[in-house]
Structures are given as structure tokens and as C-alpha cells.
């Protein structure tokens, strides 16, 4: 049979169709990915910001930029059937976990609203970071240095607010005075003399710096410039003006973990005692600014110095030591199984007028008793394990995946076993967010060409992609 001019002209427009309708799936999973990726840095950057703005029908001011994260991470999802596929697939045990717990305390207590909506963000919060490290592995590829750089501008940026607020409102309830006059009704905590920049808690905001910090580190120990030392030091400044006691000693332990992860060569340096004429020349800026400075902290120093000093008489770290012990008895009473995700909310609220257990690993083992906070616990070294495998097989071509990835579990461990015991920093979506998004980034990293392992992984699967 003979083809005639119109079946040809009726298969090209067929063909054309077909081509404009991948053009434009094309268009959105791409549109969606960078939509996605620019709320992230806005939350970033804006922090708690967008709660003077009130929300109909909330009681109290809900940070609007979360919801529109949240939606747009379910949007991106939806737009990329690959990240719905990749996270309901190998995120399966994690959000089961949360959600399956949620059921379970809903059987044993009762169904409360406010913990099945919490539950519901927790896992949404994991899809968006999933998402978001998917999008800067999709938009960078292998090379970490654009990646660094989003997270460290934003905060930078959150920085130098927070010198700006520090400069010109120290005590916090001067602040909120101060919008309430504007018409901005907003009941913050009433700090005095402590940075706490758009983040609004000193406690959180030094906890989530230590991150960045390191991040910035690693973007300064491939370069070597002086503006990126800077902002090492800006960072690292600005927790100290926090006033936070958790704080300053996670960041303390941070310096530590970086210098265990750097002993060799600083033992090299001790060994030949040669200081280049770089250091020097920080040496001497460092010394210079902190001089030259000390009008600006010194109000801080001696703020924290007195509450260090009075440690045991302090009102916040006698109802941290309460919350805990009342922590206990709860776990006591749901040993294994917990009491459900976030219905420890219920009994708190009763205790002492709040809504959370002040210690993140407290909250976790309640909500899901010893045995699924092991099973979680297992499921993260088993993840990190494999991530770094592969990351070492980068070494050969770049190192700073792997010295980030080190740098990024010695913060996992700091703020799960010590920063998060005085504040729920596991569950502050300022924290979750970006942790979810780095990490998953790093572990969606392909294995790198050449690799052994990499063959067997296409074999396997021929994406090449692992998550956590």
C-alpha cells in the first residue's frame, strides 16, 4: 500500500507534536526543580521572617515560607516522577517508620489532630530535602563547589543580618516593641544582649552556624582567598555573639572534629614550624579585628560568662534538666513501641504549658520507642557507609565530596549525641532541611568513571543513583 501525501503531512505533525510534548515536560521538571531550589534559599536566607506575616485560621504565627516549601517539594515530586519514585522507594522504611507511628499512638491515645499534621510535615520536610538535593545533583552534577557555595551565600547573607540586629537591637524584646508599634504583633523570647539574626533563637541559630561553617571551610581549603577565610570568620564570630552555651561548645567540638580530620598535615606543619606568609597575614587580621572588635562582643562575653557562671541557678537549664527527666518517665511508660510520633506533645503541654521535649533524641526515642529509634539509627550508618564508599572512589579525581561528607557525619554526631540534647535542633526544619538536602545530594552522586563498583551499580541499576 502506497503512502499518500496526507498520511506523510498526518505522521510529521504527529512526529512534531510528540517533540513539543517532551520539549515541555522537559520544560516543567526543570521549571520545578529551580522553583523549588530558589524557595529553599529564600527559607534559608528569611529563616522566621515570614511569621510577622499571620496566617487565617492558625492561632499562633505560622512561617509561611514552610508550607510553600512543603507544597513545592510535593509539586517538584510530582513534576519528576523519578524523585517520587527514588523517595517512596528507598526512603520506604523511614517514612512507614513515621507514619506507621502516627497510626500506632492514634490506637493508644486517641487520634489527636495536631501530631497526625506534625507527622505528615516530618515526612513532607524529608520529601522536600530529598527533592532539593536532587535538584542541585541535577543542575551541578559531581561539582561541589556551586553546591557549597548555595548553602554558605545564603547564611553568610543570614550573618550579616544577624550583626545588624545585634548592632542595633541586642535585646530582643526592644524588637518586638518595636514592630508591635507597626502594627506587627509578635510574642517572640524576650533575648538580651545575643544574636539571633532571622532565625529569632541564639540556641538554634549557633547549632546550624557550626554547618555552615564547615561548609564554608571546605570552600576556603580549595581556594585559599581571603574573603572566603573571612566569611570562615564571620560565621564563627557570629555564634560567639549568639551567647549559647550548646553553641559555643558545638563549636568547639566542631574546631576539634575538623582538626582530628586534619592532624596530618598540621603535624606536618608543627614538625617544619614554617608559617607562610598567608598565615601570617591572617594571623595578624584575626588579631586586629578581634582588638578592634571588642566593643561590639564584649557586652556578650561577659552575658555568657555570667550565665556559665550561674549555670546551676539558671531558670532555662533547670527546665531543660525537668524536661528531660518528665522525657523519661514517658519513655518508661512506651519502652519499645513509644507513645507515637509528636503525642508527647499532649502530656507536655499539661506539664509545663509547652509543646516539645527539649531534647531532640528524647523525642525520638518516645515517639518511637528503643526499637524503631535503632532500626533509624542502623538505616543512617548504613547509608553512610555506602555514601562514603563511593565518595573515596571520587578522591582521584576531587577530594572535597569526601572531606565533606567526614566534616558532615563529625556534625551529625555533635548535634545528635550533645547540641541536640538542651534543643530540639533534630526536628527545626532550618536544620533538617538543608542536613536532608546536602546529604541527599552527596549520596545521589554517580559513581565515578572507571569505577568497579560503578560497572556493577549500572548492571544493577542503570541510573547509577543511591539515596539515603
Known sequence: MVATPHDAASGGGVGQNEVLVASLARLITRGSRCCLLALVFLFLLLGNLPRFVPLPGFAHNQNIMELLLLLAGVGTALCNPRIAKLFLVRWFPVWMIILGSCVYGSLINGFAMGPALFAVRLVLLCLAGFAAGYALKA??????????????????????????????????????????????????????????????????????????????FVLWQSSGSLLRAGIVWLIAATILLSGSRTGIATLAATVLATAWLYRRPILRAMRTLVVTRRAAYYGLLTLAAAVLGAPLYLRSVIYMWSR?????????????VKSFVFGLELLEEHPFLGMGYNYHSIPMLAFNGLTSLDSSLMVTLVSFGLIFTAVLFLLLFGWALRTRVKLVAWEAYDAR????????????????????????????????????????????????????????????EPSGEQTP
Not at 537591637?169 to 524588637?175: E, K, V
Not at 552527596?442 to 559513581?447: Q, V
Open 139 to 216: 543542575r551541578f552534577g559531581a561539582n561541589i563547589e556551586p553546591v557549597l557555595k548555595f548553602g554558605v551565600s545564603a547564611f553568610t547573607l543570614v550573618a550579616v543580618i544577624g550583626l545588624v540586629q545585634y548592632r542595633f537591637f541586642p535585646d530582643c524584646w526592644a524588637l518586638w516593641q518595636q514592630l508591635g508599634q507597626v502594627g506587627i504583633t509578635f510574642l517572640g523570647d524576650p533575648h538580651q544582649g545575643r544574636l539571633v539574626s532571622t532565625y529569632f533563637d541564639p540556641n538554634f541559630y549557633s547549632t546550624i552556624a557550626c554547618f555552615y561553617l564547615l561548609a564554608a
Open 308 to 320: 556559665l557562671m550561674a549555670m546551676g541557678d539558671d531558670l532555662s537549664a533547670q527546665a531543660r
Open 401 to 460: 565530596p569526601r572531606l565533606f561528607f567526614d566534616l558532615y557525619l563529625c556534625h551529625l554526631a555533635i548535634v545528635i549525641l550533645f547540641s541536640s540534647q538542651t534543643n530540639n535542633v533534630l526536628y527545626f526544619p532550618l536544620w533538617l532541611l538543608p542536613t536532608l538536602m546536602f546529604g541527599s545530594y552527596l549520596s545521589l552522586l554517580p559513581w565515578p568513571p572507571g569505577s568497579e563498583t560503578q560497572q556493577a551499580k549500572t548492571r544493577r
